[in-house]
């Protein structure tokens, strides 16, 4: 599940954005400024916000 792709665009696993939350990655912006997750992508950008916030939330 780790390596599962959650952004296409950018080939962006669920490990790399546990990896940048664990780094001190606070904000969604942050990691879109570190991964470019979810830019350009509006469909992908929403969803994986709300993951983003869940995963920050644990």
């Given at each position: 599940m ?57």
């Open positions: 780790e390596n599962k792709v959650i952004c296409g665009c950018h080939n962006i696993t669920l490990k790399d954005i546990k990896k940048h939350i664990d780094s001190g990655v606070k904000t969604f912006e942050k990691l879109q400024e570190k991964t470019n997750i979810g830019k350009n992508c509006p469909p992908c950008q929403s969803s994986n916000k709300l993951l983003f916030m869940k995963l920050l939330d644990k």
